[in-house]
Each structure stands twice: as C-alpha cells, then as structure tokens.
C-alpha cells in the first residue's frame, strides 16, 4: 500500500517537511561517496531554513507539554500499562527540557561555524560549490568516509532533539486514528467531518496495483479526495471508476 498523507494546519505541515528531512539525513549520512554527503551537508542546511521560524521551537514544545497532559490522563486506565505510559512521559519531558536548554533556533549555534556558512551561501547557486569556488570543501570532500561521516553527525547533532521530538509528536498524532475503508464513486471522494473535533492530519493509503494518485484537499469541515490516473504522456487525469482506499483521521 502507497501511503499519502495530508495536513490541516501550518504547524503539522512544518512537521511533515522536517521529518521528511530528517529522514533523508539518516539515509545519507551512513553512506560513503562524497556525492551523498554533500547531499546530506545540503540537507542540513535545509532543516536549519525550515527551523529559522521563529515559532517552531515554541511550537514543538507547546506540542510536547499538550501530549503530556493528555497522556497523564490515561493514568489508572486499566487498559494502559503504567510503565509504557512512564516512560513516553518520561521521553516527552526529556525533549521538552533539552530544547528549552537550546539557546535561539534550532541548529543556531551553526550559524557560528564560518566555513559551514560559505558553503551554505553558495550550495544554492547552480555549481556553486565547484573546487574552483570553494576549494577548502572540496579538499573536505577528498578525506576518508568515516571522518566525513563524523563531521557529519557532530553538525547534525544540535538539530537531533528537535528531530527525536517532532518523531514522537508525530507519531501521537498518528496512533490517534483509527482506520476506515471508503469508496471512492467515479473517483471522487468527500467527507463531513464531525463538529467538536478539529483533525490534524489525515492519512490514505491506496493499492500501487490501482495506479491511482489522489489530490487532497480539507479544512476543518470536510475532506476531499479526487483520483487521478496517469496517462502514457505523463499527464493526470480523472478516473472515473469506483476505487476503494482506507482513510485515517488523526486529531
């Protein structure tokens, strides 16, 4: 099954694209060839854009201290084992206090790394980072895989408490839903969604066999999906047969 999933508000959607990146770092970082850790240097200086929010660490931490509180009220619920639940609290507030321990944004004690920022200032430039432009990076580029790698990580490692904090909050948000199997009628899909609940996330997942791609769209009212298919030219286009898929509502 092909997962897709869609978020109502900036917050989440701020969440999703640092995961996504965090998750390519991770990919990168183990590998050997200069050409992936130069992809990986480029990712964290992806990151440090998206963290520049001046809310994202407030953000984060207001997420942190929520699910804290929605947790201790599972306490003495015979269905939840206390030590499970003791120790994501315990994960929760050990987050909380170590980006409330960071000075400034997240990843902002690289800004002070001189050279890092040269190369930040020109790895967006089409060839901006040749050995002609910044030779310096090019003769980092030459040493052996394992100290690369562990530069790599030693420059990542300020961004690591944000990256573990935004898995859990994500991963909360995720468990929160249940699954359900809807039908899509000559490819259209649409939902109310019940009053009192405001959904933060929603998840589809559809057969790869189907060769479908859904367009989503929501508000805090109803959820739409229209099914696409894809033509021999590349194009999209509307399917107009009755397709099924699970749909899960995160809140």
């Known amino acids: 099954m092909i997962l897709y999933e869609y978020p109502f508000n900036e917050r989440i959607r701020t969440y999703l694209r640092l995961e996504h ?3 390519r770092l991770g990919e990168l970082v183990p590998r050997e060839h200069p050409l992936d850790h130069h ?24 997420d942190l201290e929520k699910q804290k509180t929605v947790l201790n ?3 003495g619920n015979p269905a939840i084992a206390e030590s499970v ?10 987050y909380f206090a170590a980006l409330n321990s960071q000075p400034g944004k997240a990843g902002q004690s ?10 930040r200032s020109r790895i967006g430039i089409p060839g901006g980072t040749c050995e002609f432009d910044l030779p310096g990076y090019y003769a980092w580029q030459q040493l052996d895989a394992g100290t690369r790698q562990a530069d790599l990580a030693r420059w990542a490692r300020p961004l690591g408490t944000l990256a573990e904090s935004i898995h859990m909050l994500l991963k909360l948000l995720r468990d929160s839903g249940t699954p359900q199997k809807v039908m899509a009628a000559n490819g ?3 939902q ?22 859904p367009e989503i769209s929501g508000n805090r009212l109803m959820v739409s999906v229209r099914l696409l298919r894809q033509e021999g030219s590349d ?9 099924d898929f699970e749909l899960t509502l995160c809140s």
């Open 39 to 62: 992809y990986a240097l480029a990712t964290i200086f992806e990151v440090m854009d998206v963290a520049a929010r001046a809310d994202l660490k407030s953000d984060v931490m207001k």
């Open 235 to 243: 194009k999209l286009v509307a399917s107009t047969g009755n397709s």
């Open 110 to 119: 690289l800004t002070d790394n001189e050279w890092l920022m040269s190369i």
């Open 73 to 75: 009220g599972y306490r």
């Open 21 to 23: 990146l965090f998750r």
């Open 85 to 94: 639940l003791d120790d994501v609290i315990g994960k929760l507030d050990g």
């Open 188 to 190: 259209q899909f649409q």
């Open 192 to 213: 109310t969604l019940p009053q009192g609940r405001t959904f933060q996330l929603l998840r589809l997942r559809i057969d790869p066999s189907l060769r479908l791609v």
